[in-house]
């Protein structure tokens, strides 16, 4: 838990090895629910180092001043994410090309 969202982390460390290495993050959106994406590599010791990178996106949830986790989604290779990369961006499109949409309350955006 964490008061600030700029320090949500995914650094993980286990016996003095650091196990999971924060390469980079995002913040996609702040509020109560933040969300934010991670690019990190994960301690092989069949390796003898890290393996390759690895994204995952992580929501937490503002409460009684602190923020906690609420979900994750892990994208276990560059191949898995490219893929979802592609979906989103041709739904994007999609749903650029038909117009408007509506809010939650009805209203055209």
């Known amino acids: 838990m964490f008061e600030?969202?700029?320090?949500?982390?995914?650094?993980y460390e286990e016996d003095g090895v650091q196990v999971v290495q924060e390469l980079d993050k995002e913040i996609i959106s702040r509020?109560?629910?933040?969300t934010v994406i991670f690019?990190?590599?994960?301690?092989?010791?069949?390796?003898?180092?890290?393996?390759?990178?690895?994204?995952t996106l992580r929501r937490?949830?503002?409460?009684?001043?602190?923020?906690?986790?609420?979900?994750?989604?892990n994208i276990s290779s560059?191949?898995?994410?490219?893929?979802?990369?592609?979906?989103?961006?041709?739904?994007?499109?999609d749903a650029e090309e038909a117009g408007p949409g509506w809010d939650e309350e009805g209203e055209e955006v």
């Open 78 to 93: 560059v191949e898995q994410a490219r893929r979802i990369v592609e979906v989103l961006s041709r739904w994007i499109a």
């Open 39 to 55: 690019r990190y590599r994960q301690w092989e010791p069949s390796r003898g180092g890290y393996g390759p990178d690895r994204f």
């Open 60 to 73: 937490y949830r503002r409460m009684g001043g602190e923020y906690r986790q609420q979900a994750k989604f």
């Open 4 to 11: 600030d969202i700029e320090d949500a982390t995914v650094n």
């Open 31 to 34: 509020g109560t629910w933040a």
